[in-house]
């Protein structure tokens, strides 16, 4: 194993409904985390967020320590939600008058806003393309996920509006359903919406999702491509995803278990040839068990393996390992989300890959 280590215009909405009273007191507070953090994404209790957000929240921030939220995650995210809806209502309220002054009844022309599914690429800001760029900051609202880096996030307009919509184990800020509507509502009085997602919309971001929803209901939507992550940190790392003689095909899977266990959702018996790459997003609950059906369906034992934790980012850190001492290695060096997994015989043309197997551990500044 070796560890590389571098630097209509009403809201009758679902997700616009109010918490009950036992969920909330009559004078709700935010109560943020102010210990720094080395991640480079929107952790979502973090003071960068409810900062990012002191549009939405106003007086209701109160720094703490202990991070009194309620007891369990349905109730905290209900009370966020109760805390942001006057603002979200007013802001509504605003385009819709500013939309209405310009002479566009309900059924006028022009009358929707539109939509961008933004990609961001895997952290580094200078990945970012030019075209990304342009309409981040031209945006009226930009609803962004956890894995949008924070220096992306410092290069949006000032008159923009943002609102993290993010998604980790356990805590979804907004249901997928929910964050549909959120798009619809703002188009529909007129906005300019941005959807910021890292790495690539259409890459398991679940962008064509929304563009099939908001297409249904009129509204335009355009695509902005990121470089995958797959892409970006097989670059960073030296790998090429695909090499003469090496690997002639890649393939990206998805280690998410839609009902949340230890089980890939897919794993194909072609998803172990050996002259093939396989990238694996999202996976490290899933890993020792995709491990084992891959040799199960013949990938050799010592086939090479690249782990690799915030990739692109200063805070990147990577495992090398035969993938029969992968899971076991990447649980060594605790590795945590968001993680990108390549296994393939491409992975030995890192210049960083340990030549020798019986290399127990290297450590290597790569930032």
């Known amino acids: 194993m070796a560890l590389v280590k571098s630097p209509c215009y009403s809201i009758p909405k679902p ?3 109010k918490p009950n009273s036992s969920t909330t007191n009559s004078s709700p507070r935010i109560h943020f985390i102010t210990s720094s953090s080395s991640s480079p994404f929107t952790e979502k209790h973090s003071t960068d967020r409810y ?3 002191n549009w939405i929240y106003k007086n209701q921030l109160e720094p703490s320590c202990c991070a009194p939220f309620p007891p369990d995650s349905s109730s905290l995210r209900d009370y966020d939600i109760a805390l942001q809806l006057p603002q979200l209502k007013k802001m509504l309220q605003v385009l819709r008058e500013k939309r209405e002054s310009k002479g566009f009844d309900e059924r006028g ?4 806003g539109s939509v961008y599914l933004v990609g961001t690429g895997p952290g580094d800001p200078e990945l970012l393309t030019l075209k990304a760029m342009r309409v981040i900051r031209s945006a009226d609202l930009l609803l962004y996920d956890r894995l949008v880096s924070n220096e992306v996030l410092d290069l949006v307009g000032q008159n923009a509006r943002l609102l993290y919509v993010g998604k980790t184990a356990g805590y979804h800020s907004r249901t997928q359903e929910e964050i549909h509507e959120l798009l619809l509502s ?6 300019t919406v941005v959807r910021l997602k890292g790495g690539d919309p259409l890459v398991f971001g679940r962008g064509g999702e929304e563009m099939d929803f908001l297409q249904k209901q009129g509204i335009q939507v355009k695509v902005i491509p990121g470089i995958t992550a797959a892409s970006g940190i097989g670059a960073e790392l030296g790998i090429p995803l695909t090499h003469r003689g090496v690997a002639n095909s890649v393939r990206f899977l998805t280690g998410h278990s839609r ?12 998803a172990a040839d050996p002259d093939s790459t396989l990238v694996v997003y999202m996976g490290l609950s899933t890993l020792p068990s995709l491990v084992l059906k891959l040799m199960h369906h013949g990938l050799p034992h010592d086939t090479p393996a690249a782990a690799v934790e915030r990739g692109t980012t200063p805070q990147q850190r990577i495992v090398y390992a035969e993938i029969k001492d992968l899971a076991d290695s990447i649980a060594t060096a605790q590795l945590i989300s968001p993680t990108l997994i390549i296994i393939g015989k491409v992975v030995a043309l890192s210049p960083l890959w340990p030549y020798s197997s019986k290399v127990a551990s290297t450590l290597v500044e790569t930032r």
């Open 259 to 270: 009902k949340g266990g230890t089980d890939p959702l897919f794993v194909a018996e072609n």
């Open 186 to 191: 703002f188009a529909e009085v007129g906005a």
């Open 109 to 112: 022309e022009g009358k929707f």
């Open 15 to 17: 997700h616009f409904q």
């Open 51 to 53: 900062k990012r957000e």
